[in-house]
Nanobody
Framework: VQLQASGGGLVQAGGSLRLSCAAS????????MGWFRQAPGKEREFVAA????????RYADYVKGRFTISKNTAKSTVYLQMNSLVAEDTAVYYC???????????????????WGQGTQVTVSS
């Protein structure tokens, strides 16, 4: 599976961005697509995830209510709609794919087998 993330950029606080992650190669019904982010000097952290089959989602508490993860199966693409952005959201955002993940494991970066190249999101205050 190859992943290509895009859509990052510079936005003012309170603004919005939509990230895309295009997947190529074979995906399975138990595939989970996740978004993680990493700010300078910090560890990579979970943002959101969605199951390829069924579409159930999970969010980190710090983005719940502001970010929405969705998918377009026909386009093999996962999106992360980010609203009400704050300076603390500034990071490189990565999309990832894993198999057989459940709610307790989909929040761990170690559970994912494939990673995109990352896209920079910068929120100015």
């Amino acid at each position: 599976v190859q992943l290509q993330a895009s859509g990052g950029g510079l936005v003012q606080a309170g603004g919005s961005l939509r990230l895309s992650c295009a997947a190529s190669g074979r995906t399975f019904s138990n595939t989970v697509m996740g978004w993680f982010r990493q700010a300078p000097g910090k560890e990579r952290e979970f943002v959101a995830a969605i199951k390829w089959s069924g579409g159930s989602t999970r969010y980190a508490d710090y983005v719940k209510g502001r970010f929405t993860i969705s998918k377009n199966t026909a386009k093999s693409t996962v999106y992360l709609q980010m609203n009400s952005l704050v300076a603390e959201d500034t990071a490189v955002y990565y999309c990832a794919a894993g198999s057989g993940l459940i709610r307790t494991t989909m929040v761990r970066s170690s559970g994912y087998d494939y990673w995109g190249q990352g896209t920079q999101v910068t929120v100015s205050s």
